[in-house]
C-alpha cells in the first residue's frame, strides 16, 4: 500500500497501545499493594471485614491485571516489529533491562499471583499472605527495569556509539540502572499508582457509602485508600518537583515546551492556561503565576529558562539542520493537565479525610459523588504524562542520538502497520467495553458474605 | 565457548522451557471443546492450568527480552520479518489470556461458549504459527544485506515451515491431553487417554517426517543425533502412555519436544536466520550479538536468577500437584441466587471454587 506512511502509523500504533497498557498497570500496582495491605491487616488481627475487603477488592484486581498482562506481551514485541532499526540500534542497552524485567519480575508477579489465587485455603496463611505481597513487589520491579529503558530514550547514559556498526554499545550497566532520570521516574511512577489504586478504591466505596451499604467494609477501604491517596500526591508533587528541575538540564526543550516559552526568560512565569495559538505570538488570554516556572525549572525565583527559539537554534549548531520542536500544543496542554488531573484528585481525597476525621461520616451526599466522580483523573493523569514524556522527547527517540524517523522498521510496510493498528486498536476497544463493563457489574456485587469470607476453599479459582 | 555461544544456548533453553511449559497449556486449550461434555468439565479442563498457565507465558517474554538484549539484530529482523504472523499470535494470546479470566464472570452459557472459542483458537493458532515461525528460521527467509526481511507473509507460508507448524500443533495437543490425563480423574480422564491414543500415530508421523526433512535438508551429526533422541522420546512416550504410565508418559513426551527444539537449534547454529537470498544478509551468533560487556552482565544476571525463578515455579507446580475432579467445582449455593436488580450472583459464589 503505497502513501501510507509507516513511521506516523507506527508512532499512532505505540502511542495508542502504550496509553491503553498504562491505564492497567498503575492500578496493578497500586491496588495490589493495598489489597495486600488489607491482606495483611486480617492476618494480623484476624477481624472478617478485613478479609472480606481483601476479597472484594482483590476480584476487581484480578479482572483488571488481567489486561495489564495481555497488553504488556505487545509492548515487547512491537520494538522488533515496528521499530527494527531502533532495536538494532539500542539493543546492546535496551535489551538488557527489558530482559532484566522479564526475568525478575514477570516471573515474579505472573508465578505467585498464580498461587494467591488459587493458594486460598490451600497455603499456611503466612504463605499465602506472602504470595501477595511477592506479586506486589514484582510489579513494582517490572516499573523500575522498565522505566530504566525509557530512561536510556530521554537521558542515555553508560554507552558509547560504535560509529561502525552503527548502534550503542553498553558500558556501564550501573549507569543505566542508576540513570537519575530512572530515579526520579520511578517514586514518580509508583507514586502515580499508589495514588491509580487508592482513587479506585475511594471512588467505589464512595458508592457503596453514598447508599449506606456495607459500611463496615467499605468505611475502612474508604479511610485507607483516602491515605494512601494524599500520601501520593504529596509524594507526587515532591517527585514532579525534583523531576521538573532534573528534566531542565537533560532534556531543556522538553521543559520550554511544557511551557510553550519561546524566548529565553529570567525570571520566567508558569502561564496556567492560554487562550490561542501556542506558537508564541498569537495568544489571546493567558493567565501566568510570575517566576513560578523559574522556581518550578531551576528551584529559584530568579532562575533563568532557555526558550523554544534559542534552544532550536542551539540544537541546529549542535545536531545539524532541522527542526528540534515538539509539538508545542500536545506538550503544553498535556504538562498542565496532567499536573492538574492529580492535584484535583489529591484534593478531594484530602478533603475526605477531613470529612471522614474520627468516626465521623459527612453530612450530605456531595463528598461521596464528588468521590465518584474523582475516578478518571489519575487515569486521565497518568496517560497525558506519559503523552507529555514520549512527545516532548521529539524528534528524538533517544536523546541526541537517533531521530524517531531513523528509528522505524524499513522492511515493514506502511499497509502492513495499518492493519495491525486496526486490529489492535478493534482489539482493543473491544475489550475496553468488556473490561469495563465486568468491573462495573463486580463493583456492585458487593463483599463476600462474612461466611462465605471465611470459608476455606479458594474463591478466585476459574 | 564464547559468550555469543552460550546465549544462544540460553535463548534455546528459554524456548525449550516456554514449549514444554505453555505447549501443554495449548493442548488443553485446544482439547477444551472436545473433551468436554458440560460447563463442570470444562472447569476442571481449565483449572488443571489455571494457577500455571500465565508464568508458563512468562517464558515467552524472556525468550524475547533475552534475544532483543543478546542477539539486537537477530530479535530486529526476526520480528520486523514475521510481522504479520506474530500480530496474529499476539491476538490470539491477548484473546486467550482474558478468557480464561472473563469466562467465569457472568453466568449466560453464550458469554461463556463465545469465551471457550477465544480459549480454542488463541491456543491453536499459536501453537501453529511457532511451528511455522522456527520451520522458517531453520530453513531461513530472504534478508537483503542489511538483513532486513525483503519477503511477505506468504513466503513464510511454504510447505516445509507448515508441516513444522503442523508438528507443533499435533505435538501440542497430545502433550495437552497427556497432561489432562495427568491432572484429572474420572470421565474426563478416560476421554483425555483416548484422545491421546487417537492422536498418537498422526503425530509420530507429522513430528518424524519434520525432523527428517529437517536432518535431511539443514541438519548436521549432532543435530541429528538430537533429533533421533526427540523420536524416541515420541515413541517410549507414546508406548507408556498405552500402558497407562501417566507421568511417564507425560515426561517422555515434554523430553521430545525439548530434543525437537534443540535439534533445530542445533541445526540452526552458527546462524541465527540464515538468508536464502543475499548470503551477505545471513544473521549469525557473531554479527547478530551484542558486544561482549553486555553479555557478561547479562550472563551473571541469568546465573543467579534463573535458579531462583525455577525453585519458585517448580513449588508451585507441587503445590496444586494433586489430580482435579468434578467433585472439586463447587456449584453454586442456593443462597447465591443473586439480589435483585444485579445481575450476577453474590461475589464469593458466583464463580464457585475450586479445591483440589
Not at chain 1, 486480617?42 to 484480578?62: A, I, V
Not at chain 2, 541438519?219 to 502412555?241: N, W, Y
Not at chain 2, 525463578?309 to 463447587?330: C, E, M, N, P
Request: net charge positive; hydrophobic share 50%; with cysteine.
Amino acid at each position: 500500500m503505497k502513501g501510507v506512511n509507516p513511521l506516523t502509523l507506527a508512532r499512532w500504533q505505540f502511542g495508542i497501545t502504550t496509553v491503553y497498557h498504562f491505564l492497567f498497570v498503575p492500578l496493578t500496582i497500586g491496588l495490589s499493594l493495598l489489597v495486600a495491605i488489607m491482606q495483611t491487616a486480617w492476618y494480623r488481627t484476624g477481624q472478617p471485614r478485613y478479609l472480606r475487603m481483601t476479597k472484594f477488592w482483590g476480584k476487581l484486581f484480578l479482572i483488571n491485571f488481567a489486561m495489564g498482562v495481555v497488553t504488556g506481551i505487545v509492548q515487547e514485541f512491537q520494538f522488533g516489529m515496528n521499530w527494527s532499526d531502533y532495536s538494532r540500534f539500542v539493543g546492546d542497552v535496551f535489551g538488557a533491562p527489558l530482559a532484566m524485567e522479564a526475568l525478575l519480575a514477570f516471573f515474579l508477579e505472573s508465578t505467585f499471583l498464580g498461587l494467591w489465587i488459587f493458594g486460598w485455603g490451600k497455603l499456611p496463611k503466612g504463605v499465602h499472605l506472602a504470595t501477595i505481597w511477592c506479586a506486589s513487589i514484582g510489579t513494582a520491579i517490572s516499573a523500575y527495569f522498565i522505566l530504566a529503558a525509557n530512561s536510556f530514550m530521554q537521558h542515555p547514559v553508560g554507552y558509547t556509539i560504535d560509529a561502525e556498526k552503527h548502534r550503542a554499545v553498553l558500558t556501564d550497566i550501573w549507569a543505566v540502572l542508576g540513570n537519575t532520570t530512572t530515579l526520579i521516574a520511578f517514586p514518580h511512577t509508583i507514586f502515580a499508582s499508589i495514588l491509580t489504586g487508592g482513587v479506585f478504591v475511594v471512588a467505589v466505596s464512595a458508592w457503596y457509602l453514598r447508599k449506606g451499604r456495607d459500611v463496615d467494609v467499605y468505611r475502612p477501604s474508604m479511610r485507607l485508600a483516602l491515605v494512601a491517596t494524599v500520601v501520593a500526591g504529596l509524594g507526587l508533587a515532591i517527585s514532579g518537583d525534583i523531576d521538573g528541575k532534573v528534566m531542565t538540564t537533560q532534556q531543556p526543550m522538553k521543559m520550554a515546551a511544557a511551557e510553550a516559552l519561546y524566548h529565553t526568560s529570567k525570571p520566567a512565569p508558569f502561564s496556567l492556561f492560554t487562550i490561542g495559538s501556542l506558537n508564541g505570538h498569537d495568544e489571546v488570554f493567558s493567565i501566568k503565576v510570575p517566576r513560578a516556572l523559574s522556581f518550578l525549572a531551576t528551584g529559584t525565583f530568579t532562575g533563568e529558562v532557555k526558550g523554544i527559539d534559542d534552544l532550536n537554534r542551539q540544537y541546529q549548531q549542535t545536531y545539524g539542520p532541522g527542526d528540534y520542536r515538539p509539538m508545542i500544543a500536545v506538550t503544553y496542554w498535556s504538562f498542565r493537565l496532567m499536573i492538574g488531573f492529580g492535584l484535583l484528585a489529591a484534593l478531594i481525597a484530602a478533603l475526605g479525610l477531613w470529612v471522614l476525621r474520627k468516626g465521623r461520616s459527612p453530612t450530605g451526599r456531595r463528598f461521596y459523588t464528588a468521590a465518584l466522580w474523582s475516578l478518571p483523573l489519575p487515569f486521565l493523569a497518568n496517560s497525558v504524562g506519559w503523552i507529555f514524556t514520549e512527545m516532548g522527547r521529539q524528534p528524538w527517540l533517544v536523546f541526541g542520538k537517533l531521530k524517531t524517523e531513523a528509528g522505524v522498521s524499513p522492511s515493514v510496510s506502511g499497509g502492513e502497520v495499518l492493519t495491525s493498528l486496526i486490529v489492535l486498536t478493534a482489539l482493543y476497544g473491544v475489550l475496553a467495553v468488556v473490561d469495563a463493563v465486568l468491573m462495573v457489574r463486580y463493583a456492585r456485587v458487593g463483599p463476600p458474605a462474612e461466611q462465605a469470607a471465611t470459608e476455606p476453599e479458594p474463591v478466585f479459582a476459574y | 565457548m564464547q559468550l555469543h555461544d552460550f546465549w544462544f544456548v540460553l535463548i534455546a533453553v528459554l524456548w525449550s522451557g516456554y514449549f514444554l511449559l505453555e505447549g501443554f497449556d495449548f493442548g488443553v486449550g485446544i482439547l477444551l471443546p472436545f473433551l468436554s461434555h458440560d460447563d463442570v468439565d470444562r472447569r476442571v479442563v481449565i483449572n488443571t492450568i489455571g494457577p500455571v498457565w500465565d508464568g508458563n507465558e512468562v517464558w515467552l517474554l524472556t525468550a524475547g527480552g533475552a534475544t532483543f538484549a543478546a542477539f539486537p539484530g537477530w530479535y530486529a529482523s526476526l520480528f520486523s520479518g514475521f510481522y504479520l504472523a506474530l500480530l496474529v499470535i499476539l491476538v490470539a494470546l491477548i484473546a486467550r489470556g482474558v478468557a480464561f479470566e472473563f469466562r467465569g464472570k457472568h453466568p449466560d452459557p453464550r458469554w461463556k461458549a463465545t469465551w471457550d472459542k477465544a480459549i480454542f483458537l488463541g491456543s491453536a493458532v499459536p501453537a501453529l504459527l511457532w511451528g511455522v515461525a522456527f520451520g522458517n528460521i531453520v530453513r531461513g527467509v530472504p534478508l537483503d544485506a542489511d538483513h532486513n526481511f525483503t519477503g511477505n507473509f506468504f513466503t513464510l507460508l511454504n510447505p516445509y515451515a507448515l508441516l513444522g507448524g503442523l508438528t507443533t500443533l499435533s505435538l501440542f495437543t497430545l502433550h495437552g491431553a497427556l497432561f489432562l490425563r495427568l491432572k484429572t480423574t474420572g470421565e474426563l480422564r478416560e476421554r483425555a487417554t483416548r484422545v491421546a491414543k487417537l492422536l498418537a500415530a498422526p503425530t509420530v508421523v507429522i513430528a518424524a517426517g519434520f525432523l527428517l526433512w529437517s536432518e535431511i535438508s539443514y541438519g548436521k551429526a549432532s543435530s541429528a543425533a538430537v533429533a533421533a533422541v526427540a523420536a524416541i522420546a515420541l515413541l517410549a512416550g507414546v508406548a507408556m502412555a498405552l500402558r497407562g504410565r501417566d507421568g511417564w508418559s507425560f515426561t517422555l513426551n515434554g523430553a521430545a519436544i525439548v530434543a525437537a527444539v534443540a535439534a533445530l537449534f542445533i541445526a540452526l547454529y552458527p546462524n541465527v536466520l540464515p538468508s536464502t537470498t543475499d548470503a551477505a544478509g545471513t544473521l549469525t551468533v557473531s554479527n547478530a550479538s551484542s558486544a561482549h560487556y553486555t553479555l557478561t552482565v547479562m550472563s551473571w544476571v541469568a546465573v543467579i536468577f534463573t535458579p531462583v525463578v525455577l525453585t519458585y515455579q517448580g513449588w508451585t507446580y507441587w503445590v496444586f500437584r494433586k489430580r482435579l475432579s468434578r467433585s472439586d467445582i463447587v456449584t453454586e449455593p442456593a443462597a447465591a441466587a443473586g439480589k435483585p436488580g444485579i445481575p450476577v450472583p453474590r461475589a464469593g459464589s458466583d464463580r464457585p471454587e475450586v479445591s483440589q
